[in-house]
């Protein structure tokens, strides 16, 4: 897992004000919270957050003023909804050796049996355990030749050494659906299903 060395500055301004004059200058503001200290707040850089964010789980090393450095993982991420810039975030610190639970993105892999099925991602994202320094950026799961009812459940995802499962094990984390052959005909020719509607 990729580790991001981001500088930061300790901010004192708060309210909306205050955020829109660090969202001006391309920063964004964000909180350090966990292990029972006082939230710190905080001002990072916009671009080299925006790039850390690219990796679900980045591990961001924080250098503070220039005078401490802490470890965090993104918690929480506010992104103005029309434009997409990110407009807060929230890091929860760790530790090294420490265990956290994460949500890891669910990467499928292969082929489904003929027949024109549909693959749905029950689960976007598998809750997990992993050490705070070792968190896997995504799982895969193989898919191949699956029929039509089949499914994948949390306890037959290959984790790696290290990682635990945060949910129940029986979780249904993929599902092959039926496709619906009817309706896909019916959408392409509406004209053949008034005719058949009249006969």
């Known amino acids: 897992m990729s580790e991001v060395k981001i500088a930061a500055e300790s901010r004192t301004e708060f309210g909306k004000g205050a955020a829109r004059r660090i969202r001006r200058e391309d920063k964004v503001p964000g909180v350090l919270y966990g292990h029972g200290s006082d939230p710190l707040h905080l001002t990072l850089p916009g671009h080299e957050l925006l790039l850390a964010l690219r990796t679900p789980n980045v591990l961001i090393s924080l250098d503070i003023d220039g005078k401490t450095n802490e470890l965090a993982i993104p918690k929480s991420v506010q992104r103005d909804p029309l434009k997409g810039f990110l407009e807060h975030v929230d890091l929860l610190l760790v530790k090294r050796g420490e265990k956290v639970t994460v949500e890891i993105p669910v990467q499928a892999?292969?082929?489904?049996?003929?027949?024109?099925?549909?693959?749905?991602?029950?689960?976007?994202?598998?809750?997990?355990?992993?050490?705070?320094?070792?968190?896997?950026?995504?799982?895969?799961?193989?898919?191949?030749?699956?029929?039509?009812?089949?499914?994948?459940?949390?306890?037959?995802?290959?984790?790696?050494?290290?990682?635990?499962?945060?949910?129940?094990?029986?979780?249904?984390?993929l599902q092959v659906l039926q496709a619906q052959v009817e309706e896909t005909e019916g959408e392409e020719s509406e004209e053949g299903e008034e005719q058949a509607a009249e006969a």
Do not use: M, Y
């Not at 549909?118 to 705070?132: C, D, I, R």
């Open 109 to 173: 892999e292969g082929e489904l049996a003929p027949g024109g099925n549909l693959l749905e991602h029950v689960l976007a994202a598998l809750p997990v355990e992993a050490e705070a320094t070792h968190i896997p950026e995504a799982v895969t799961v193989s898919v191949e030749g699956l029929e039509a009812g089949a499914s994948v459940h949390a306890k037959d995802i290959k984790l790696p050494s290290g990682v635990t499962l945060a949910v129940d094990e029986d979780a249904v984390v």
